[in-house]
C-alpha cells in the first residue's frame, strides 16, 4: 500500500455511525495512511438521538482495529476542525447523486472560505442504502439494525431500544 503523507478528516454527524461510514473511512484509510473522524454537528439536523460524546464513544470502539484513525468531537465548522485536527484533506463519503449534489456544494463552499480540499469516497454498492436515519428510525420502535451497523453501535440502539414486543418508542437515550 503506498502511503500518503497527508492525513484527512471525515466529518459527519454519525447519529448513529453505520457500516457505510465504516467502510468510507477504511478506503480513507487505504488512500491516506491515517485518519481522523470528527463527531460533527450538522445544523439541518437539530436534535440527535447521541450527543456528540456518546457517538464518539461508539466510533472509537467501531474503529478500534484501525491503529492510524482516530476519533474527536469537534464544535463549529468543518474547516475549523480541518485546521485544529492538523490535515490537509477532508473526505466525504457519495451514495447516491443526491449526496452528490450536497456534498459538491458544501466541498466547493468550504474551499472558497478555507482553501481545504474535500475528497469524495463512493462507498461500495451493498452498503449504498444504509442511512442514519432509517436506521434511527427502525431501531426506536425496535426492528433490528444489526446488519446495518457495527456491534457496538448494535448494542447501544438495544440498549435504548429493546427488540420489537418491548417497545417504548417515546424513551429518550
Ligand atoms: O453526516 P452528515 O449529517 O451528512 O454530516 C454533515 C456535516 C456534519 C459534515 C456538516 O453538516 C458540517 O460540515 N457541519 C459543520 C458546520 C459547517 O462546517 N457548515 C458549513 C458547510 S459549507
Known amino acids: 500500500m503506498t502511503q500518503h503523507a497527508a492525513a484527512a478528516i471525515y466529518p459527519g454527524s454519525f447519529d448513529p455511525f453505520h457500516n457505510g461510514h465504516l467502510d468510507v473511512v477504511e478506503q480513507a484509510v487505504e488512500l491516506f495512511g ?10 439541518t439536523k437539530p436534535s440527535g438521538m447521541f450527543d456528540l460524546e456518546r457517538r464518539l464513544a461508539m466510533i472509537a470502539e467501531s474503529v478500534a482495529h484501525l491503529p492510524t484513525v482516530t476519533v474527536r468531537a469537534f464544535p463549529g465548522l468543518a474547516v475549523h476542525a480541518a485546521r485544529d485536527a ?10 447516491t447523486s443526491g449526496d452528490f449534489e450536497v ?10 472560505v478555507s482553501g481545504f480540499r474535500t475528497v469524495f469516497m463512493p462507498c461500495s454498492p451493498a452498503l449504498s442504502f444504509i442511512s442514519s436515519r432509517f436506521i434511527r428510525e427502525i ?9 446495518l451497523v457495527p456491534t457496538p453501535v448494535a448494542a447501544q440502539l438495544a440498549r435504548l431500544f429493546p427488540p420489537a414486543g418491548n417497545t417504548d418508542p417515546s424513551r429518550e437515550p
Request: proline share 3%; aromatic share 6%; net charge positive.
Open 139 to 147: 431501531a426506536k420502535y425496535g426492528g433490528d439494525v444489526t446488519a
Open 86 to 95: 492538523n490535515v490537509r484533506f477532508i473526505v466525504k463519503g457519495l451514495r
Open 34 to 43: 491515517s485518519v481522523v473522524v470528527a463527531t460533527m454537528h450538522n445544523p
Open 103 to 112: 456534498e459538491q456544494q458544501m466541498a466547493q463552499t468550504n474551499h472558497d
